[in-house]
């Protein structure tokens, strides 16, 4: 049964890697979707942001990792996925996946699981990482470790 995990991931954190492996137990594969949106501005390339992530999970062979431009249901249609697993630090965070899992479910069939972040990560988002690293901060404790 294969997953998908999808984002922007500008950067990839530990709340996303701690979301998917989690999720591993639960899939014999999971997609990590890179999305690309021409309406946002990224730090990083989509082919950097999708390079950074297979580091992170070199040698695992049931996850693989793709970029893609398109709705995450068609995504999800091309990779064989019937579910789409997200994480939730937040009840914002809830709402805003609950709206997003009732349209794809509409438009596809295809469901969401939600896993809830560990409290330990529930502060960290790309958008808190990018902003350290606008100012110059060490964001490594918030960075996934390359195997």
Do not use: W
Request: a neutral charge; proline letters at 3%; one cysteine or more.
């Amino acid at each position: 049964m294969t997953g998908i995990f999808t984002g922007s991931f500008d950067p990839f954190t530990i709340g996303h890697d701690d979301i998917v492996r989690r999720a591993l137990p639960l899939f014999s594969r999971i997609v990590i979707g890179v999305g690309v949106n021409e309406r946002k501005q990224y730090m990083q390339s989509a082919d950097e942001r999708c390079a950074a992530i297979r580091r992170i999970y070199e040698g695992e062979e049931k996850i693989e990792v793709k970029a893609y431009s398109d709705l995450t249901v068609d995504f999800a249609r091309r990779e064989g996925a019937a579910y789409i697993i997200k994480g939730v630090r937040s009840v914002k965070d809830f709402e805003y996946e609950r709206e997003q899992a009732d349209i794809n479910r509409q438009l596809s069939g295809v469901e969401t699981i939600l896993l809830y972040s560990d409290p330990r990560h529930s502060s960290v988002s790309s958008s808190m990482v990018r902003e350290l690293i606008h100012f110059g901060q060490d964001v490594s404790q918030y960075l996934p470790k390359v195997k």
